[in-house]
């Protein structure tokens, strides 16, 4: 088995496969899918990497789910849709730009349709409306996503993780990884690279997010890129016990109880919190579908991850009662991430973004994004990524011109290394990030223990979580995605002295109208800190 190369001087035959393409997209969930084959229609070569199997890979693909949209001539439809989580948003989204990415998502399910994509086979659906145009049966639907690419002519690498982006004079110029099948190498020569690597969820177990452990997130720190709206980030999801499905299309038609069996004053997303202070505080939380339409049960047998458990288990979750249990969800699900412009671009020259890698504050505020927004936006930016990437990418790098690896921590160190398990690091990290009594219900106290506990496990990483020789090198590198995601996390909870949105802090329960702004985050040993005013979002770029 090969090993990763140590230096970071990227020439010819430095690494066992050597491509060159006009766009590199990294990351083969449903952002970076649609971002390739955007950039293929505009004539642009590409190659897609993932570290899965594009077609498998990424929450879709394992959960489903249908994208929001706009229907034309359909006022009232559009104004409830839009304004639909303005509540929740908590004062931090854009109600111009929703209604801009809603349109957008309209356009790019008619896409869909004349490519012959079918949505959701005309399934039954939670309210009995017509099927959706954009509803994403996720088997189905990536590896409808992967056939197109395949025809389309874009070259996919699959398990092959991307571990660092390649520098050319404050440019990134394309991105090297491992192939965790046959231990080879690669590095992309690229005139330009979208990430769309989803979120970090921190190997909670939640469905689907086995691969989201913030390595874009990573790599684009190291090239000098900047974050937004991390502190809101104590998403959870609640899961039937023993399941890993953080389905929420149930939660309005349950009712919800804790572990004595008192019914619990709040159900939907809302009801999050009170289930997580009710296994707190009484030991347990239980559910029961029981308020639902006529239309909940056929709905239901068409979502595998909840029918199949309850079959499984033996219990009619539309009369009797079932335990249950919060997973985190994170980044995914929540609202921070990689700041981006009107076109997707990140403040890194020759890096866009699409997805769940990105901050969504102007889509979702300080609430969670998931479902139909989430969809929808991981469709429409990687729609506006691929565009602006097209436009204004250079030419791939000459094969004679050597390139910078930017990969550091996980992967190489110039400091005198010293032994860093990795596995120990990681657990120690969602010792940290995973309980809910430190990140759904959080305190001054906790986090400053919490920052002191991870920077801890900074320093001793810094110097020594590297591969060893013939190591396969992604798991090191999740592990430093995960550490510094964690650090960034409680960072910008830190700074944010109120309670909003998911960010929820004991000691201030009340949201302060002066801090009705953002909070930007760089940096990785040292961590730096901005507060922006809100400004609405500059105008998105007109459909093609």
């Not at 997209?25 to 971002?35: K, R």
């Not at 390739?36 to 879709?60: D, H, M, P, W």
């Not at 394992?62 to 409830?80: F, H, I």
């Amino acid at each position: 088995m090969a090993s990763y190369p140590s230096s970071n001087l990227i020439q010819p035959g430095s690494h066992d496969h050597e491509y060159r393409a006009d766009i590199l997209v990294i990351g083969g969930s449903v952002a970076g899918c649609w971002a390739a084959l955007s950039a293929r229609s505009a004539g642009a070569s590409v190659i897609l990497a993932e570290k899965g199997v594009v077609g498998e890979a990424g929450v879709v693909a394992k959960a489903s789910g249908s994208a929001c949209y706009t229907r034309p001539g359909e006022t009232a439809y559009n104004d409830k849709l839009i304004h639909s989580r303005h509540a929740a948003a908590c004062g931090l989204d854009d109600l111009a730009y929703i209604e801009r990415i809603y349109e957008e998502s309209y356009r790019i399910g008619l896409q869909l349709k004349a490519l012959g994509f079918q949505s959701a086979y005309g399934l039954p659906t939670l309210d009995g409306s017509p099927p959706s145009l954009l509803a994403f049966q996720g088997p189905y639907a990536l590896l409808f996503l992967r056939e197109q690419l395949l025809q389309a002519g874009v070259c996919i690498l699959d398990r092959s993780p991307a571990l660092e982006l390649l520098d050319r004079d404050g440019t990134v110029a394309g991105a090297a990884g491992y192939n965790t099948k046959d231990g080879s190498n690669w590095s992309v020569r690229a005139g330009a690279v979208i990430l769309a690597t989803g979120g970090n969820a921190f190997l909670s177990g939640a469905m689907g997010t086995e691969g989201t452990t913030g390595d874009g997130h990573l790599m684009a720190a190291e090239a000098g890129a900047t974050f937004s709206g991390l502190e809101f980030s104590g998403h959870y999801g609640l899961s039937p016990q023993g399941s890993p499905t953080t389905k929420g299309f149930w939660y309005s038609s349950a009712t919800f109880y804790d572990g004595n069996g008192r019914e619990l004053p709040a159900n939907g997303w809302e009801s999050v919190a009170d289930v997580g202070r009710a296994i707190l505080e009484t030991g347990a939380a239980y559910a029961s579908m029981n308020r639902g339409n006529p239309h909940l049960k056929a709905f239901a047998k068409t979502v595998s991850s909840i029918y199949e458990h309850f079959r499984a288990i033996g219990v009619d979750p539309f009369t009797e009662r079932f335990p249950l249990e919060l997973r985190y969800e994170g980044l995914i699900r929540a609202a921070g991430g990689l700041t981006t412009d009107a076109n997707s671009a990140t403040t890194v020259p020759g890096l866009y973004a699409a997805g769940d890698v990105t901050e969504r504050t102007h889509l979702c505020g300080a609430a969670m994004s998931g479902a139909g927004p989430a969809i929808a936006w991981c469709l429409v930016s990687a729609k506006w990524a691929a565009q602006a990437a097209v436009a204004a990418a250079r030419p791939a790098p000459p094969d004679n011109l050597a390139l910078r690896g930017l990969g550091g921590i996980g992967l190489r160190s110039d400091k005198a290394a010293s032994a860093a398990p990795s596995a120990t690091i990681r657990q120690a990290v969602q010792a940290e990030i995973l309980p809910i009594e430190k990140n759904v219900f959080r305190t001054l106290s906790g986090i400053q223990a919490s920052l002191a506990q991870l920077d801890t496990l900074w320093d001793q990483a810094d110097s020594g979580l590297i591969p060893a020789s013939g190591q396969n090198p992604r798991h090191t590198r999740e592990t430093a995605a995960m550490l510094a995601g964690a650090r960034w996390i409680y960072r910008s909870a830190s700074e944010r002295r109120e309670t909003r949105g998911l960010h929820r802090l004991q000691e201030l329960p009340q949201a302060d109208p002066a801090q009705q702004d953002r909070i930007l985050v760089s940096g990785l040993g040292d961590i730096r800190l901005q507060r922006v005013a809100l400004t609405p979002s500059s105008t998105a770029p007109q459909p093609a």
